[in-house]
DNA sequence: TTTTTGCTCATACTTTAGGGTGATTTTAAT
DNA sequence: ATTAAAATCACCCTAAAGTATGAGCAAAAA
């Protein structure tokens, strides 16, 4: 307890002593070397001094260190892949669910037979399917389909 | 609000305290072992003060606060229509700068035909290089090179 | 100089894509 | 209930795409 009381305030106690020290060796010097001339200003003078750098001092040891946060904003570019489907488009070229998801196989390197395959129906109805994204994107490869499609954010 | 000033403030107002517990040490001390004229110690006392008080003013206002510099991350999304071609994909696959052009062509939507118009090549010479850029993309359809080959940056 | 690579073209053949037409069934809207 | 659109499938035919093989030529590399 008592040692934490020392170790909290030492620079408030080393402070005192010094400045019972510096005092006393002041006191000394006069008494020793009285016979200077202005005496007192110099005296004042190099009080003034030393406490005005003691409490800089003080002021530098003790108080809470001002901060000042600035927050500055870094631009971060960031590739826009969240797909967003162009309803508007769709609607407007009038293509139906199934012919967006043939077209959707399409651009994923899909063959006819294989797109087929995979939604359970005929290589013919595919077929059909293309023939009619190509009529409504106006169109006569699926390479262009695609394409376009991509262009319009109709597919990803 | 009394509370909060004196935990604001113990450092300074603990320094004047023992300031004024010092001086009357001193006084005692004076009193008890030295004979000098008491207004000259009052003076120092005084001068101790007001020139500690001083420099902690001028510390508090001269020094310069420590700056906490905080980046916040803004993401802006943007269209990524700066298209960086990938170079070390593009030799490890051996695509030569024909090919590359074939390739682009077709992800434009061009018939072999229209691309060996536009080259003013044969149409027999696009089919090799398609067949080539299918070997080795390892690929089977102008869809799905186009597909791989937008995925790896080789084209637009 | 020789070799390799890239680009060119041709022929023959197979597979896939695409156009046209028509029909049935399901689903959604009037 | 009726109509309209969507989805399904078939057949035929043509066009385009893709495979395989061989070959000529020019530029670059070994």
Redesign the interface.
């Known amino acids: 307890m008592t040692l934490n009381f020392w170790l909290r305030?030492r620079s408030?106690?080393l402070?005192?002593v010094s400045?019972?020290v510096l005092?006393l060796l002041m006191?000394w010097l006069e008494w020793r070397f009285i016979i200077v001339d202005h005496a007192?200003e110099l005296?004042?003078g190099a009080?003034?001094?030393?406490?005005?750098?003691?409490?800089?001092?003080?002021?530098?040891k003790?108080?809470k260190?001002?901060?000042?946060?600035?927050?500055?904003?870094?631009?971060?570019?960031?590739?826009?892949?969240?797909f967003i489907l162009n309803t508007n488009e769709l609607t407007r070229l009038g293509l139906s669910k199934r012919e967006l998801e043939v077209l959707q196989l399409?651009?994923?390197?899909?063959?006819n037979h294989q797109i087929a395959e995979r939604l359970f129906v005929s290589l013919n109805t595919i077929k059909t399917h293309s023939s009619k994204v190509f009529e409504k994107l106006e169109?006569?490869?699926?390479?262009?389909?695609?394409?376009?499609a991509k262009k319009l954010n109709l597919i990803q």
Chains 1, 2 share one sequence.
């Open positions: 305030n408030v106690i402070y005192g400045l019972a005092l006191k007192f005296y004042a009080l003034a001094i030393i406490f005005t750098l003691l409490g800089i001092w003080l002021a530098v003790l108080t260190p001002k901060t000042t946060t600035i927050i500055v904003e870094k631009e971060i570019f960031v590739k826009n892949d969240a399409m651009a994923e390197g899909l063959s169109v006569e490869r699926r390479t262009q389909a695609i394409d376009k």
